[in-house]
Every structure is written in structure tokens, then in C-alpha cells.
């Protein structure tokens, strides 16, 4: 089993910057592909970014591409989402996310196994 628990979220103004943590428990959490997801209120969950088990891959929603960057930290058992530019549209609760297999970065969250409880992000204009 794995737990995850997500950090770092918050009121921020647009164009200001908030950086997301989420601790994993479990000895094989370098092996997890792992992912970031958000959900606005009264909108389905939707995927934000993804990164490989050994950080070697990304990949990004179009929505923040160029604005936001994934990184992991295995040393740490950490992911983290660095989150630049933000937008009022970016307000959401965070999730993150891991699965348990997997070589490469995943964009579904039918694909993933373990969810975190989420963090808030608040943007104001």
C-alpha cells in the first residue's frame, strides 16, 4: 500500500508562483510512474502533469505547458509540481497520483493505482 500526501497549496495572485510537494510512503515509490491532477468545483478531475519512475520522461497538459514543471526526488520520496505564471483558471485542488508499474509517463486516471488527498490552489485576479 501506498500513501500519498500532498503539500504547498494555497491563495497566491495571478502571475505568482506556488510549488506543490507529495510524499510518498512505501520502499519501491522510485519505481512509480507519478502524476499531478486537478479538479475545479463542478468539473471532471483532469491531468496536469506525469513523470516517469526515473524522471526521465514528462509530459504536460496543454493548459500548462511551459508554466508548470514536474520533478521527483526518489532520495526524498517526493514528487513536486513548480507552478509559475498562474492563472485564475488554475484554480483547483491538486491531486497526486502513482502507479504501481509502468516505464513510462501516463495520462489517464484510470491509470493510475494510489491517490493522494489533494491541496488547494487559490488564484486570484
Partial sequence: QVQLVE???GLVQAGGS???SCAASGRTFS???MGWFRQAPGKEREFVAAISWSGGST???DSVKGRFTISRNNAKNTV???MNSL???DTAGYYCAARDRGTSYYTSI???DYWGQG???TVSS
Fill in 31 to 33: 519505481s512509480y510512474p
Fill in 7 to 9: 503539500s504547498g497549496g
Fill in 119 to 121: 491541496t488547494q490552489v
Fill in 110 to 112: 484510470w491509470e493510475y
Fill in 18 to 20: 506556488l510549488r506543490l
Fill in 87 to 89: 492563472k485564475p483558471e
Fill in 59 to 61: 509530459y504536460y497538459a
Fill in 80 to 82: 513536486y509540481l513548480q
